[in-house]
Antibody
Framework: QVQLVESGGGVVQPGRSLRLSCAASGFTVSAYALHWVRQPAGKGLEWAAVIWYDGTKEYYADSVKGRFTVSRDTSTNTLSLEMNSLTADDTAIYYC????????????WGRGTLVTVSS | EVVLTQSPATLSLSPGERATLSCKTSQTISRYLAWYQQKPGQAPRLLIYDASNRATGIPARFSGSGSGTDFTLTISSLEPEDFAIYYCQQRQNWPPLTFGGGTRVEI
């Protein structure tokens, strides 16, 4: 079955770190660009990061640049998002999604994992 | 950064009616626009890519049109399961990918 399944969300204090994972099945991560998109409760979608299909490039939204790092592991077919220096503004559902290698429309999404930054 | 403006914010219609949703971009993006549907508690689902191509498994009542800066998603005859929030997204100028603010289609 072709799917993405996120994990690792939870409640974290401001200033702390959290690592999200996204397990891909039914396809190989090296054939697609892989994205993180987040959505605060009751609000719209915000693209956060992407890792190139061959793993050679990463791009970030200005709101997370320097704090978040996206990576992938082809041996486990998994995408990750390391989030540092978290603030309340990072509170959201985090979705992983895939796109064709150079055509960035998101044709498969995970169900999301909730990150809450609160003291 | 390309800004996407969706209108109206809310569309109140009945099953069987036609829905017309608009997405305008702050810069020309050729036809590099996608539409997504999101239901409560669910992830977004790709409906249309590159302005007018239906994604796999999307019913023919969904259609997209437009180019440049003006785009439209049309649902020809609303089914009960179509009441949801719809987002547009551009991929012409990146990073970042950007989304519109969404249009809620309600009964």
């Amino acid at each position: 079955q072709v799917q993405l399944v996120e994990s690792g969300g939870g409640v974290v204090q401001p200033g702390r770190s959290l690592r999200l994972s996204c397990a891909a099945s039914g396809f190989t991560v090296s054939a697609y660009a892989l994205h993180w998109v987040r959505q605060p409760a009751g609000k719209g979608l915000e693209w956060a990061a992407v890792i190139w299909y061959d793993g050679t490039k990463e791009y970030y939204a200005d709101s997370v640049k320097g704090r978040f790092t996206v990576s992938r592991d082809t041996s486990t077919n998994t995408l990750s998002l390391e989030m540092n220096s978290l603030t309340a503004d990072d509170t959201a559902i985090y979705y992983c999604a895939r796109s064709p290698p150079t055509d960035w429309f998101l044709d498969l999404w995970g169900r999301g994992t909730l990150v809450t930054v609160s003291s | 950064e390309v800004v996407l403006t969706q209108s109206p914010a809310t569309l109140s219609l009945s099953p069987g009616e036609r829905a017309t949703l608009s997405c305008k971009t702050s810069q020309t993006i050729s036809r590099y626009l996608a539409w997504y549907q999101q239901k409560p508690g669910q992830a977004p689902r790709l409906l249309i890519y590159d302005a007018s191509n239906r994604a796999t498994g999307i019913p023919a009542r969904f259609s997209g049109s437009g180019s440049g800066t003006d785009f439209t998603l049309t649902i020809s005859s609303l089914e009960p399961e179509d009441f949801a929030i719809y987002y547009c997204q551009q991929r012409q100028n990146w990073p970042p990918l950007t989304f519109g603010g969404g249009t809620r289609v309600e009964i």
